[in-house]
C-alpha cells in the first residue's frame, strides 16, 4: 500500500478487454487510488457524469463507441471539460494520437506497459496541476513566474513585458504543463472569433515567446500543437 495521499484521487479506466481492466485496476489499488471501471463508451460516460474523476484512462480501439467519440463526447460535458484524459491503445502511428490530441487527450500511453511504468505515468499526470494550483492567481515554473491579476512575467526574477495576446497564449500553456494544447483549442481560447491568419498567427507569437523566454520551455508537437515544459 503506498504512503502517498493517493486515496484522493479518482481514477476511470476504461476498456473492452476485462483482464486489461482487472490487470490496471488492481495496480492502482494498490497505491491507494479510488478505481472505477466501465467495459464500453457509453457506460465510461454515465460513470464520468456520476463521479467526475480527475483522470480518465481511454482504450481508443472498442466497439460501437470508440475512445475518440468518447472523448470528444466527455469534453461536451461542462463538469467533464477539465477531467484529465490519458488514451491508452496498442496503436502507436501518429494519425490515431493526433485524432486524440484533437479531441482533447491530455496524454497517450501506448500499451502493453509494465505496471511500473504505468503507475509512474499516471502519478506525473496527476502531477501536472492540481484544484488548488489552478485557484492561484501566480504561477511559478522553472524560474518563470506569470501573475494572471497583474498581467506580469518574470523570468529568473526579472519582468518582462508581454502584449495582451502573448500573455494569454502563455498563461494557457502553462496553465497545464505538459499538456498538449492542438492548434485549433488555442486559437479559440486565445483568439476566440476574432478574424486571424490562422496557423501562422500563432507561429509568429510562439516564436515571440520564445524570444523572451528561452527555447527550453515551449515544445512543438509536429502537426498537432504545443506544449509548456519546465
Avoid at 465510461?44 to 463526447?73: F, H, Q, S, W, Y
Wanted: charged share 35%; hydrophobic share 40%; aromatic share 10%.
Amino acid at each position: 500500500m503506498s504512503t502517498e495521499n493517493n486515496n484522493q484521487y479518482k481514477i476511470l479506466l476504461v476498456d473492452d478487454e476485462q483482464d486489461i481492466l482487472d490487470f490496471l485496476s488492481y495496480n492502482l489499488k494498490k497505491e491507494d487510488f479510488q478505481v472505477f471501471t466501465a467495459l464500453n463508451g457509453k457506460d465510461a460516460i454515465t460513470i464520468a457524469k456520476k463521479e467526475v474523476p480527475n483522470l480518465i484512462v481511454l482504450d481508443v480501439m472498442m466497439p460501437e463507441m470508440d475512445g475518440i467519440d468518447t472523448c470528444r463526447e466527455m469534453r461536451e460535458i461542462p463538469s467533464l471539460k477539465d477531467v484529465m484524459i490519458a488514451f491508452l491503445s496498442a496503436r502507436n502511428e501518429d494519425y490515431s494520437q493526433i485524432a486524440g490530441f484533437e479531441v482533447g487527450a491530455d496524454d497517450y500511453i501506448t500499451k502493453p506497459i509494465k505496471p511500473r511504468v504505468f503507475i509512474s505515468r499516471i502519478k506525473a499526470l496527476l502531477r501536472r496541476y492540481s484544484p488548488e494550483q489552478q485557484k492561484t492567481t501566480q504561477v511559478d515554473l522553472g524560474g518563470v513566474r506569470i501573475d494572471k491579476e497583474k498581467y506580469m512575467v518574470y523570468k529568473d526574477d526579472v519582468e518582462i513585458a508581454f502584449p495582451k495576446k502573448e500573455f494569454k497564449l502563455l498563461s494557457l500553456l502553462a496553465s497545464k504543463p505538459g499538456k498538449v494544447f492542438t492548434r485549433e483549442y488555442i486559437l479559440e481560447q486565445v483568439w476566440g472569433d476574432e478574424v486571424v491568419v490562422g496557423d501562422r498567427t500563432i507561429d509568429v507569437h510562439v516564436r515571440k515567446l520564445r524570444e523572451k523566454l528561452g527555447d527550453n520551455y515551449i515544445k512543438t508537437i509536429k502537426g498537432i500543437g504545443y506544449k509548456f515544459e519546465f
